[in-house]
């Protein structure tokens, strides 16, 4: 149930609850020996992440995770070994930071409007200096006693249909994985078996993904069971992609997910750390 790499998690520079400092401490104490760092729409936590695990003596794969869409939905792709500096991605980034924050400040209106004032002062109080997310105005609908936890307050003000819900225009699929081409990572679509799509709809998104310069997909993510592998699996010989691993880890509060806690990675499929 341990895996010495895991190429997918969070930090205070997004939505984690940790700094990237005590991501890779505990990542290190949890046995990986191999990290990325893979915050939503920015890298701003990777300088200390690597810092620290240059200290601890593990390595640290550049990465982050970044919100695009592909026929008006949303998914999320993952940048392994990308160069955080690179011209096409930092200017990427910074579109969809802007549309972060223009999404938030909507987010607060509609809320507002529904007669729960605040909401964004109060959730950009808690990002910090980190990207704006919806789990930090979850986190205050929370401490608001607005809902119970953190589940219950996205399923009722946060998803698609519900109050605070937003529909943004993310960056198109296709430009998201040519930023990441460009600053020299590998796209890995991120958890596959958690989008609300069909399985032929997944296909398309996956030949397209494929044609576009996407290599990789994850095959094991800690919310996965025996049958996500296995589906992820054919999905990845299907189309001829490599296999990523990723705990998605965002929180020690969420005692499901932990860094570096992964099921064994499947026979017969390339991992992405044959390449990176
Ligand atoms: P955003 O990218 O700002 O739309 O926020 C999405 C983040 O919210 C995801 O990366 C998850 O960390 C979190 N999230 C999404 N849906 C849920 C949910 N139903 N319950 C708890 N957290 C969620
Ligand atoms: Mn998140
Ligand atoms: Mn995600
Ligand atoms: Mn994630």
Known sequence: MSSEYDFHCHSTASDGQLSPTDVVLRAHKNGVSCISLTDHDTTAGLNEAQICANNVGIRMVAGIEISANWSHQCFHIVGLGIDPDNADLSQGIKRTETLREQRAESIGL????????????????????GMITRTHFAKHLVNDNYANTMQQAFDRYLVRGKPGFVATQWPQMEEVVSWICAAGGIAVLAHPRRYKITATRLRQLLTEYKDHGGTAIEVVCGSSNNNDIQESAKLAQRFDLLGSVGSDFHSPDNKWIELGRLQPFPDGIEPVWNVI
């Open 110 to 129: 509609r809320l507002e409007k529904k007669g729960i004032p605040g909401c964004y002062k109060a959730a950009k109080k808690i990002a910090g200096s």
